[in-house]
């Protein structure tokens, strides 16, 4: 109820102060296990993409957010939940898991950290490990934006990944995170300008 109230909220807010123009939202899938994979330059990204994405997405969100008692449970009701950075977090592994099990819509920022220079940097294996542990289909996404009042924000949203082909070359989760990383990359390349 939160979330929708929140989209509805940011909808009104964001599109007319950051020009957004969304590209590619038809290739999210209506139904079934979605993670959606961006580049992340600001703390803006997540409301930008579950205000632009067809579906509710689940967001990992650093550990230290959910610290205040009013900014934890308000993450949580709109469907956050904790990741610990620089660990292999095992709770938010099975929670991230349990999340795509249930057909819902995972939301993640492969390189963990925002970018200094609004570029895609390079991703942490983490992305890779939901994409090959899981059956979710795997859509790019790239935010193009220095987030300045009227001035325009561009969301592309590209084809899912062939996933399974990266299963049957045996690939690493790295290998996985490196191949989503580089069809965000390629997004950004195409749309930059």
Do not use: W
Not at 64 to 85: C, I, Q, S, T, Y
Request: proline residues 6%; charged residues 25%; positive net charge.
């Amino acid at each position: 109820m939160l979330y929708n109230f929140a989209k509805f909220i940011f909808t009104i807010l964001f599109y007319p102060m950051y020009r957004i123009k969304v590209t590619g939202k038809h290739h999210i899938p209506k139904k079934g296990p979605v993670i959606i994979c961006t580049n992340h330059t600001s703390n803006l990204d997540p409301p930008v993409v579950g205000t632009t994405a067809s579906r509710t997405i689940h967001f990992m969100a650093k550990e230290e957010l959910f610290n205040g008692k009013f900014l934890g449970g308000l993450l949580r009701r709109v469907h956050a939940f904790p990741v610990k950075r620089g660990l292999a977090d095992r709770n938010a592994l099975r929670g991230g898991l349990k999340i795509l099990e249930e057909g819902e819509t995972l939301g993640l920022f492969p390189e963990g950290t925002r970018s200094k220079d609004g570029k895609p940097g390079n991703p942490l294996p983490g992305v890779g490990f939901f994409a090959l542990r899981s059956q979710a289909e795997v859509v790019p996404c790239v935010i193009i934006s220095e987030y300045k009042l009227f001035r325009r924000t561009k969301v592309i949203y590209g084809k899912p990944m062939d996933v399974e082909s990266f299963r049957k070359n045996k690939a690493s989760a790295k290998e996985m995170s490196e191949g989503i990383m580089e069809e965000i990359r390629n997004l950004y390349e195409i749309h930059k300008n």
